[in-house]
């Protein structure tokens, strides 16, 4: 079992090349660049393809480029060029190319800068492009998760043959934590039934999005949502404490880390609280969720404006018929939220 | 009559309409000769299993109805991008980007600039017709000074709209592309010569060689208004002029065949060979977490001070983290780290209160100082005067570190000389063996100051011997 202390961006393309990604394509932009820098020395050595791009744009067109010969292709960025992205996003989509993008959250709109925020929620979850589509979306909280969530995100993306995106923050991604390596490499996918690489097999087939015909193109829209309500049977969560918890404390990422010091604190306070936090964000925990709530009080931590917690509701009241609302602890703009203030909080909605 | 069999593109064209002939472009429109001339072309290099053809927005969108090989749909002014990845991950296929004025040269004009200077295998097939064809009329980059457009009513007035884009006379000004030339397919004559240049660039891709680009003058009459005859005139009669016809760059002899590349190790081989690994953190859920906080100026060594203890604490198999002020702050001003070591997975690895907070410069002694916890430790350098008072139950000690890195020679070393006093000071519960061997392991790639390190190391236990007595 090989150890390794780096950081969360690193991780990251140690599960790509564990994964089998065979290009990265990326622009710089803190807090994401190691992952460049990473990618820029470990895929060459390794015989894999690296290649600075021209700007975001670029990078996801030649992912979407790699993706269509059949290769597995990832980038990475934050806010900024995650916005530049979104056409490429919504094209792999109508595509049904898998990909992998990382974005490491920093604080917005515009330039913001570039301290942690978890304010793209919506960008990620909800398919930030144009059309009816939705991005497979995880979200690690730790180093080994960076690394094992792009495994994953790579396995998923396979095979619904949709882009994922790993949801990470500047903190996340910035933090040096212990990753174990991968046990094994992952098997090679065979994309040759529909991917085009310049060979005799693969000749008939064609990578596009464009139905001209109304209904064939809502067709193909009623086929997707079809795929889309087939995620939740990888949906991912993780519960702490919850079992006998009067508050559930729920965010992820590094909002799921502060809530879980917090919950500590809290029960030696007398208040006992306990923390759920969802891996995948799509497919959304929703039945897991409901069932650790189910009725009991609870607190969104996060580092956004309420987009999770609105998320979150919007999931427990239409899936669940669980509550009409869920206060929030939360701080914006790169002020990442504190331990002493998510206690506070959680202490306000016990009326202690 | 006798029945033909069609190679290189498919026996019947369905965008418009099933088991039809008829293209969808325009009568008079040049899309469907040069179709007809790089179909050809792959067919008779014999290319048409390797070709992937990147299909534009644009007229061009529907190649893959009449190219029988591999089709990718690029969005629009893309598929320069597109073709660059597609050969990096099949270097066996010949790539093929054809793309039209608005797509190459608007919207995508910096990915065909950067493509073509990073001399990506790929053929660029260029229609130049001067005007946007699909959308219906609108100005071009290559739209002719003084031509009326949807977009330019009043003629293309270069003072406000600026002048036709000149891409082949562009791109040849980098230094990576093989062939850069000019043709047209506005007569007989002109079309024997586009079907030799695409042929061409074709060759260039079949033996690996490198970037070539195409640009075919290409007559558009629906847009411009003119019949087909009169369209073909214009071309020749006024492209021309802006648009010479010509070989800018034809390096096909001097270029040389992509080498094939060197085997590599596998991940596994790559990360999981050579130095040993220390085993993963075991849970202990008695151990007390400790909380540290590390502070100063950039340039410090601050951060490196931070990872120093953590690695240690890994040695001793404690669940770490460490957590950086990262971006411009890492860049100049105030530095900070927070080192979190546990028996059990961390939560929040942000440090608000410490158990231990070491301070290297003023600003951060006045800011954090009144955070450490009641029966906590803080270690200042000693040019800090402490004016602020400490919280209650607070000990703070304070180390030479800046002055005595100074005067041992080394002032780089005030983080070593601070690691001495969280050694001595018994500051972290680590051995004083791992603080040593993680300070040794953090110069790994600079092994001739090992040895020094550990001898200013010693230095400093003893000033803080001499200094501060008895550790706590």
Request: proline letters at 6%.
């Amino acid at each position: 079992m090989t150890t390794k202390f780096i950081k969360g961006n690193e991780a990251v393309i140690i599960g790509a090349l564990y994964a089998g990604c065979d290009a990265y394509f990326g622009y710089p932009i803190t807090p994401a660049s190691e992952i460049a820098h990473a990618a820029a020395k470990w895929f060459p050595s390794c015989g894999r393809e690296f290649l600075q791009a021209e700007c975001e744009t670029a990078s996801i067109n030649m992912v979407y480029g790699a993706a269509s010969a059949g290769a597995l292709a990832m980038t990475a960025t934050s806010g900024p060029g995650f916005s530049l992205m979104q056409e490429g996003l919504s094209y792999m989509a109508g595509a049904g190319l898998p990909a992998v993008v990382v974005t490491v959250m920093r604080a917005g709109p515009g330039l913001g800068n570039v301290y942690p925020e978890q304010a793209d929620y919506n960008q990620a979850v909800k398919g930030g492009g144009h059309g009816s589509y939705q991005c497979l979306c995880l979200a690690p909280a730790n180093a080994q998760e960076m690394c094992d969530l792009t495994i994953e995100a790579f396995r998923l993306s396979v095979k619904h043959r949709t882009p994922a995106v790993v949801l990470a923050d500047g903190l996340i991604g910035q933090m040096m934590e212990t990753l174990t390596l991968p046990e094994k490499m992952c098997e090679r996918p065979d994309t040759t039934s529909w991917s085009v690489q310049g060979t005799a097999k693969t000749r008939p087939n064609l990578i596009t999005s464009i139905y001209l015909d109304a209904p064939t193109q809502e067709k193909f829209n009623i086929d997707l949502q079809r795929k889309y309500a087939t995620y939740t049977e990888d949906v991912r969560s993780e519960s702490y404490l919850t079992d006998d918890a009067e508050i559930v404390l729920i965010g992820y990422g590094i909002s799921s880390r502060i809530a879980r010091t917090a919950a500590e604190q809290l029960r030696k306070e007398g208040i006992r609280a306990g923390v759920f936090r969802p891996i995948t964000l799509n497919p959304f925990p929703t039945a897991t969720l409901a069932a650790v709530l189910d009725g009991r009080k609870a607190l969104a931590v996060e580092l956004s404006a309420g987009q999770f917690r609105d998320d979150a509701l919007m999931h427990l009241a239409r899936d669940a018929k669980q509550y009409h609302d869920i206060p929030l602890c939360h701080r914006m703009g790169g002020v990442v939220v504190t331990v002493d203030e998510v206690v506070a909080a959680a202490k306000k909605v016990m009326g202690r | 009559m006798k029945e033909i069999k069609t190679v290189g593109m498919y026996e019947t064209f369905d965008r418009s309409g099933k088991h039809t002939r008829a293209t969808h472009y325009c009568a008079g429109c040049g899309h469907g000769i040069v179709h007809k001339l790089v179909t050809e072309a792959m067919v008779e290099l014999g290319l048409q299993d390797r070709t992937v053809m990147v299909n534009p927005i644009g007229c061009g969108v529907f190649g893959y109805y009449y190219w029988d090989c591999g089709n990718i749909g690029a969005a629009h002014g893309r598929a320069a991008a597109v073709g660059s990845a597609v050969n990096r991950v099949r270097p066996d296929a010949v790539v093929i980007s054809y793309q039209g004025d608005g797509d190459l040269a608007a919207i995508g004009m910096n990915h065909t600039f950067q493509s073509a200077n990073r001399g990506e295998h790929m053929a660029v097939i260029f229609i130049n017709n001067a005007i946007y064809g699909m959308t219906g009329g609108q100005m071009a980059p290559t739209t002719l000074v003084g031509m009326k457009t949807k977009t330019s009513p009043f003629g293309r007035d270069p003072l406000t709209m600026g002048y036709p884009i000149h891409v082949c006379e562009t791109l040849n000004q980098l230094r990576a592309p093989v062939y850069i030339t000019r043709v047209s397919v506005a007569d007989t004559r002109r079309i024997m010569q586009a079907k030799a240049a695409i042929r061409k660039a074709l060759e260039i891709q079949r033996d690996g060689k490198g970037y070539a680009f195409v640009e075919v003058i290409s007559p558009c009459p629906t847009n411009l208004g003119l019949s087909p005859v009169k369209a073909a005139k214009f071309c020749i009669e006024q492209m021309e002029q802006e648009f010479p016809l010509g070989t800018l760059r034809d390096n096909t002899a001097e270029a040389t065949p992509r080498a094939a590349p060197a085997p590599k190790p596998t991940p596994q081989e790559y990360f999981e060979s050579g130095e040993t690994a220390l085993p993963p953190a075991t849970v202990d859920p008695g151990f007390k977490e400790l909380r540290l906080k590390f502070t100063g100026f950039g340039g410090q060594g601050i951060l490196s001070l931070g990872i120093c203890v953590a690695e240690a604490a890994r040695m001793e198999r404690r669940f770490t983290s460490w957590y950086p002020s990262y971006g411009p702050e890492q860049r100049g001003g105030s530095a900070q780290c927070s080192v979190v070591i546990s028996g059990t997975p961390i939560g929040c690895p942000a440090v608000d209160h410490p158990d231990v907070l070491v301070c290297m410069n003023r600003p951060s002694y006045e800011r954090y100082i009144g955070d450490v916890v009641p029966g906590g430790l803080a270690i200042v350098d000693s040019t800090v005067p402490l004016e602020v008072k400490p919280p209650e139950g607070v000990r703070v000690v304070q180390m030479s570190a800046i002055d005595l890195a100074i005067e041992l020679g080394v002032p780089k070393a005030a983080n070593t000389m601070m690691l001495a006093a969280l050694m001595e000071l018994g500051a972290t519960g680590l051995k004083p063996e791992h603080l040593q061997s993680a300070l040794d392991a953090s110069f790994k790639k600079k092994p001739e100051l090992v040895e020094k390190n550990r001898a200013l190391l010693k230095e400093a236990v003893n000033w803080l011997k001499e200094h501060v007595g008895n550790p706590r």
